[in-house]
């Protein structure tokens, strides 16, 4: 990422989980985990677990439960993770790089990342990785935001933030929104040799009790609070009710209600012939 503040530490895996996992995320994990349950994967592989919100949905989604490997790059979310996660029987918690992967060849059915593979500088190595440690059959199954345009919440904060910084404003939320070329994406898994792509085009409502609530997680809940308090001359506080006016008055409060919308990518690895 081009911002040395791109880590999610201190309490920003917290304010993320609280503030933005209902929100943002846990409606594409359940998306996830649905187009998993009949591929019946004994043994899966999360990248990117981030909070655990997609670790919880497939331990609870998945029949029979399987073995699962839940992995992030970044320490203090894979802590919060096993804070939040309860313990099951194949369970396994792991540090881990997506583009390098310390595990064998063929050793998953099923490799899991949500909203991670944008924040991976070589993306290609990661697909490839992935491909590596799935066994024949095997699939890839990620999702990524689409356009900032069609995700009102993270462009009403990035629109908002941006303006108390004219000459250098914070660039986290173009990271995540990122990487929404679809033939790009599809182009990429091919060159990683996987045999069958398919991209779906997901639309989804954003709910929130509150604007002041999901406003707090769209600032404190990612490294943007790091950029704004380097950059200072304005209080992350200030920054946070602008958020919150603008996304009440364009989304309503209690509940606030906002479209998102998502790609999310099945990508399977040839079977033996």
């Not at 998953?108 to 024949?136: H, S």
């Amino acid at each position: 990422m081009p911002e040395a503040n791109a880590t999610f530490d201190g309490l920003i895996p917290e304010v993320y989980d609280n503030h933005l996992g209902a929100v943002l995320f846990e409606p594409y994990a359940a998306d996830l985990v649905n187009r998993l349950k009949p591929r019946a994967a004994k043994d899966v592989l999360e990248l990117a677990c981030g909070t655990g919100i997609v670790t919880r949905a497939l331990l609870e989604g998945l029949k029979p439960r399987p073995r699962l490997v839940a992995t992030d790059l970044n320490e203090p979310m894979l802590h919060y993770a096993r804070s939040k996660v309860a313990s099951a029987p194949g369970l396994e918690w792991r540090q881990a790089d997506a583009s390098d992967l310390p595990f064998p060849d063929a050793s998953y059915d099923a490799v899991v990342c949500q909203f991670g593979v944008m924040f991976v500088p070589d993306k290609l190595a990661a697909m490839k990785e992935a491909r590596r440690v799935l066994r024949p059959g095997g699939v890839f199954a990620f999702n990524v935001w689409d356009k900032l345009e069609e995700n009102d919440l993270g462009r009403t904060a990035h629109e908002v933030i941006t303006r108390f910084f004219p000459f250098d404003p914070p660039q986290f939320y173009t990271i995540p929104f990122g990487f929404h070329d679809a033939e790009l994406i599809r182009s990429m898994l091919g060159q990683a040799g996987f045999a069958d792509v398919e991209i779906e085009s997901v639309a989804k409502e954003s709910k929130s009790l509150s604007a002041g609530h999901v406003a707090v997680g769209l600032v404190r809940g990612n490294p943007v609070v790091n950029a704004i308090q380097e950059r200072g001359g304005v209080e992350v506080g200030t920054v946070i009710a602008a958020v919150e006016e603008a996304l009440r008055s364009r989304y309503g409060d209690s509940p606030l209600k906002a479209k998102m919308r998502a790609f999310v990518v099945m990508a399977s690895r040839a079977k033996e012939k």
